[in-house]
């Protein structure tokens, strides 16, 4: 979700990227599912996967009206990461481009050198209703722009809601060096087949601290992730871990400029795939800024070469980037069905038993018309420009400003109006409101 923010001292714009974009209508046809060999239409898509055969059908399950509202029990707990030496998965002792990488792997990792590693990792927990044991989603976050230490902590709203109406237990670490985990963000450059090893290394940590909670049935869980959280995803999925079921991917990758990081990312996901014993269904869409369809089909061929088992749903143009589809609300309607689907076919629970709380909408203020700009308060000249800009945006959108001036807009993705107020208070000496939600201005002038 593009979202930017602004300070009151300064004119300067601030644009921080986190993987939230805007995008156009997706034609419901626009489907189409690709198993190990062949690309074929969306409704035949079970027929190419590679993973085992559905159970029969259970009689549909009534939901259950709760009261859990939007934050889904939200929880952020800490978890310790073990001193221990742990493989690094990489023979090199320097950096390497994308083709030394590709010339000098095969499917077989080169031995692993070994490093220590120690900590915590900051990690959100959802809960659906109950005492469990919950079957288990573990979610892993992508890399944004800048120092992964001002990362921001990673909730996957949108998906998460979804998988709790299903009773699963939704936990997701924000990895080494990201955000509020210990330690130092480690990348090999190119070398793609460790880099998605040395983040999935963590995943065993988090794993072993779900085990030891009285919620969660560990003979049920799933791994997935989108961008580098996909590529962490499926990278762990070689460590064939107990009680592992399967491996969802949006988008998985990750993108390294002055190198052929192409050529690394096909390698690195031939690798997985030659070690790797759990089916996976990994979403890649037509305008993906980061993996387009050519190079999608690539790691998908190379990963089921290899003797992988995955299933690649390739989607058209989504809004304005393909790479955030999963963030989104109008993502649903593309990545659901196809998860579903796959679940049944895992074995793991499918259908809704929980209906969820809506997240309580701002009624109209009547304080002016959204498109009147002159009427907006507090904002100096370039505030007023990016409130012109936020104009231009789909829902869902959310506009925030203070009496000091501050000011953010934020598009699509986990709860824009909440993330709107929360970038503009960073920058303000001054409690932020909402100016606008979606269509709407729910601004009011009474404190």
Known sequence: MPHLTATPRSTARRLSLVFLFAFAAIPAMGLVAQGSIAQVPHAAAAAVATVTAPAPAAAPVEPQHVSL????????????????????????????????????????PAEPAKRSRSGELETTVYMPPGEGPFPILVLNHGKSLGNPRSQERA???????????????????????????????????????????????????????????????????????????????VAFATHNFPGVKGVINFAGGLKTNGCQWESSLVQAFATYGAQARVPSLWFYGENDSHFGPALASRMHQAYTAAGGNATLVKFGAFKNDAHGMSGSRDGIKIWLPETEKFLRQIGMPSEEIFKLAEPARLPKSGYAEVNNIAAVPYLREDGREQYRAFLTKSSPRAFALSSSGAWSWVEDGDDPADRAIANCQKNSVSPCKLYAVDGDVVWSDKV
């Open 69 to 108: 509202d939007s934050t889904l029990n939200e929880e952020i707990v800490m978890v310790p990461v073990h001193g221990q030496q742990v493989a690094w998965w990489t023979g090199k002792s320097n950096k390497s481009s994308g083709a030394d990488v590709s010339a000098a792997t095969s499917n077989v």
């Open 155 to 233: 909730r996957f709203l949108t998906v998460s809601r979804e998988f709790v109406k299903r009773g699963y237990a939704v936990v997701i670490p924000m990895r080494t060096g990201f955000s509020k985990s210990s330690g130092e963000y480690v990348e090999e450059y190119c070398d793609m087949t460790a880099n998605g090893q040395i983040q999935a290394n963590d995943l065993d940590d988090v794993l072993a601290y779900v085990a030891r909670q009285p919620w969660a049935d560990m003979q049920r869980i799933l791994v997935g992730g989108q961008s580098y959280g996909g590529l962490t995803a």
